[in-house]
């Protein structure tokens, strides 16, 4: 296992921005689930990103693919990245606190790890994926608690769809790498979220009917953090740390969007998560860790 280069000072700072803008999306949700149906507001997220996106492509001189089969897999891209998951955790988040629904979220990492160890080649299954995959569910079980063994409740669901969430999130990044791999990384971030856009029109007209913009000046500062920060300035960040600090790196992330998130929660909404969540972090933070496998790899040399 190779070990990860060092974060500088540069690629530090843009990770911190990256977490603090993806935490925030917890945040902006909470606030625009006050008068927005779920599937609405992932309408929102990506309509609105997707012509700043486009903006962004065609100053960085990105041509346009022109091949049917790569927007296709941009179709694909925007239902595993964005239409899926987006819905799923801004239902979940409609049940249970913003907090709580980024610490269970946590789990894309070590999801992510044995997703791609089971269907790529050159990501191999290995036993510090498996064990961190187990601590995630460890800490997953210590969250939900044993009531979700003996009854069953919204709160309950709720929980399990952010964490189908985080699994879309997981074979999202399997299908990136094995069919757009060969894209610019800024055009692949623009043709998913087009994608996405294209997917949750036609859905959210059918379930949810036309939107309504009639909403509180707080609900559309939401909808444009959710949109203009969480989804256009994190991609530029996303890559940024990408190229300056490599993957390895950048999934450091996933630990640090929690603190954001409960902090923004417990100062703003008035949240405060139970013993249990915090538990259940550390151990998912442990089983993070275990699957990234650079704390092993430093006490062994």
């Known amino acids: 296992m190779t070990t990860p280069t060092k974060l500088d000072l540069t690629s530090s700072l843009l990770l911190l921005a990256l977490a603090s803008v993806w935490g925030g999306s917890f945040f902006f949700a909470e606030i625009a689930l006050t008068e ?3 599937l609405t507001i992932t309408l929102h997220r990506v309509f609105w990103a997707a012509p700043l996106l486009l903006i962004v492509v065609r100053i960085a001189g990105i041509p346009l693919p022109r091949d049917p ?14 239409a899926i998951p987006f819905s799923l955790i801004f239902w979940g988040q409609s049940q249970i606190d913003s907090g709580l629904a980024s610490i269970l979220n946590g ?3 070590m ?8 269907l790529l080649k050159d990501e191999p299954l290995t036993p510090n994926k498996l064990a961190g995959a187990g601590l995630g569910l460890i800490g997953v079980g210590l969250i939900m608690g044993p009531d979700a063994l003996l009854g069953f409740n919204l709160a309950n669901l709720a929980q399990l769809a952010i964490l189908a969430g985080s699994l879309s999130y997981a074979v999202a990044s399997v299908w990136g790498k094995a ?15 087009i994608g996405s856009t294209v997917l949750m029109i036609p859905i959210v007209f059918i379930v949810d009917g036309p939107p309504s ?38 999934m450091l992330v996933t630990l640090l969007i929690p603190p954001f998130a409960i902090a923004l929660g ?30 092993l790899t430093s006490r062994t040399r």
């Not at 089969?69 to 990245?81: C, D, F, P, Q, S």
């Open 36 to 38: 927005v149906p779920p």
């Open 69 to 82: 089969r790569i927007w296709g897999a941009y179709l694909v891209m925007g239902a595993l990245n964005n």
């Open 107 to 109: 789990t894309t990492a």
């Open 111 to 118: 999801f992510g790890a044995v997703v791609a160890g089971l």
């Open 179 to 193: 069919t757009l791999a060969a894209q610019p990384p800024l055009m692949n971030a623009c043709g998913m979220v």
């Open 213 to 250: 913009f009639a909403l509180s000046p707080s609900v559309w500062s939401a909808l444009l953090g959710l949109s203009c920060l969480s989804t256009v300035l994190a991609y530029g960040l996303y890559f940024a740390i990408l190229k300056r600090a490599g993957a390895a790196n950048l």
């Open 266 to 295: 417990a100062a703003f909404l008035g949240e405060r998560l139970p013993s249990s969540a915090w538990i259940g972090f550390a151990v998912i933070a442990v089983g993070f860790a275990v699957t990234d496998g650079r704390l």
